[in-house]
């Protein structure tokens, strides 16, 4: 779903100033669909931490080139976003609601948009429907923002990463750079 993914993105309202795919060992055309849409593609070689090294190695990348005021989208490739999703986002990180703080990041109610099919399809659901009553209960905070679509200010994505490296927030157990890297790679 990686076209569809990517597609949402050429449709939004305020067009994102970059677009990487991070193809992690695929085995399947997610490469040539993401440069046929005009995405950067950047190939993992050597991860052993899965989804948090793959992330983890990019932002590696991306953060020293960024400001303090930058934000970086991340999104998983079976998600597509409403035209609105990136200014609304954007908007949240710089203004903030009332006498509420700066928020460090602005994610998305996620719903499945194929037919449920048997027990996993089911629970999925089920988790969807969970996590935006969650979101309704907690007047629009929460506690994780998840990979399906977040906006995050480079800011706070500095600040976990500084907070990893200085023994504040855990880790994992990695030997690699990704292990003090944005993500857990013993959560993600």
Do not use: W
Request: proline share 4%.
């Amino acid at each position: 779903l990686i076209a569809e993914a990517l597609e949402s993105l050429a449709a939004q309202t305020r067009i994102a100033d970059e677009v990487i795919v991070v193809a992690d060992r695929c085995s399947d055309r997610t490469s040539a669909i993401a440069i046929a849409h005009d995405a950067t593609v950047i190939e993992t070689t050597g991860n052993l931490h899965q989804k948090a090294g793959a992330l983890n190695l990019v932002l590696d990348r991306l953060l020293p080139r960024l400001s303090a005021n930058d934000a970086i989208l991340m999104m998983d490739a079976d998600t597509s976003l409403p035209p609105h999703f990136i200014s609304a986002a954007a908007r949240r990180l710089r203004e903030p609601e009332g006498d509420q703080p700066r928020v460090g990041g602005v994610g998305g109610i996620f719903f499945g948009c194929f037919p449920v099919k048997g027990l996993t399809g089911h629970l999925q659901n089920n988790e969807y429907v969970r996590y935006a009553r969650e979101i309704g209960r907690l007047h629009a905070r929460a506690a994780v923002l998840t990979g399906t679509a977040t906006l995050f200010s480079v800011r706070a994505l500095d600040d976990v990463k500084r907070a990893r490296t200085s023994g504040e927030l855990p880790t994992g157990s990695g030997e690699l750079p990704t292990g003090k890297g944005v993500y857990d790679i013993e959560a993600l």
